[in-house]
């Protein structure tokens, strides 16, 4: 088992050797979210402040089956999460949680949660597939910062060759504008609409999905699919979640100048 920890907002790329069939059921994922902050706990009448940590769980592990996670005997996802999904979970974290992860009933590895912030935080977790030749599963994990902006997580758990890159375009008075992404990277961005694509060598959009971005709203965009040399592929794709309304947005970013440009200020990356 191999884990990279990098900063606190940077990603974190786990990887599990476990295969998914009957015969190996099980593999332990060390130190989910390490922060080393002193304990809070507190004695007498002053207690701790409990913090609000929201767990994003996204499938983007290439398979029919659909994926449960669960802690002890409690499920996490309801309903099971389809490829391509994401979900918030409701359930509060704490220090010490197993988090398993099942996909068709059989067992892709269990997540522990060493650490917690000491502040409230999305905490994104992604399950994703290892490589192209064995169906083994990989995690990545980040904990987003909290930012007046919206951030968004850019990640690529794409297995294959692939001459595809990310972008992001927005349109202001009819202008587009276009600003390159760059895989395993957060970005914060201005309010508003957007299109993510995924576009090839000459610039030419291959696929698209919309972005409503919205200020202190954290989002993810997952480039996922598998060449696979073992099973079934799957070609690219993209998930970008959560699916925010247009009507929520503020308005002001309608009143922008022609000549602002798009706010892409690099937060983390993974190295």
């Not at 290439?62 to 005997?73: D, G, W």
């Not at 994401?86 to 060493?114: H, M, T, Y």
């Not at 904990?143 to 902006?149: G, Y």
Request: hydrophobic share 45%; net charge neutral.
């Amino acid at each position: 088992m191999k884990c990279l920890v990098a900063s606190f907002a940077a990603f974190t790329i786990c990887s599990s050797a476990l295969m998914l069939d009957k015969n190996n059921t099980q593999a332990t994922v060390p130190l989910v979210w390490e922060t080393h902050h002193p304990s809070t706990a507190l004695s007498g009448y002053v207690r701790a402040r409990q913090f609000d940590h929201r767990l994003r769980v996204c499938n983007a592990y290439p398979n029919e089956a659909s994926l449960i996670v669960s802690r002890r005997q409690e499920v996490l996802t309801e309903p099971a999460l389809n490829y391509r999904e994401c979900q918030d979970v409701k359930a509060p974290l704490k220090s010490g949680d197993r988090l398993e992860f099942k996909v068709g009933g059989v067992s892709a590895g269990i997540f522990a949660v060493s650490d917690l912030p000491n502040n409230d935080a999305v905490l994104l977790l992604v399950i994703h597939r290892h490589d192209t030749l064995t169906t083994a599963a990989s995690f990545s994990s980040h904990v987003f910062a909290n930012l007046l902006n919206s951030q968004v997580a850019v990640l690529d758990t794409y297995q294959g060759r692939s001459t595809l890159s990310p972008n992001i375009v927005d349109e202001i008075h009819g202008k587009a504008r276009r600003e390159r992404l760059r895989f395993n990277s957060v970005v914060a961005v201005n309010e508003g609409e957007y299109q993510v694509n995924l576009v090839n060598t000459t610039g030419g959009p291959q696929l698209s999905r919309e972005l409503v971005a919205l200020n202190r709203e954290s989002y993810v965009v997952i480039r996922t699919g598998v060449a696979s040399q073992s099973g079934p592929s799957f070609p690219e794709d993209l998930i970008v979640f959560p699916q925010s309304s247009v009507a929520l947005l503020s308005g002001a970013e309608l009143a922008a100048p022609t000549s602002a440009v798009l706010l892409l200020a690099v937060l983390a990356w993974f190295i």
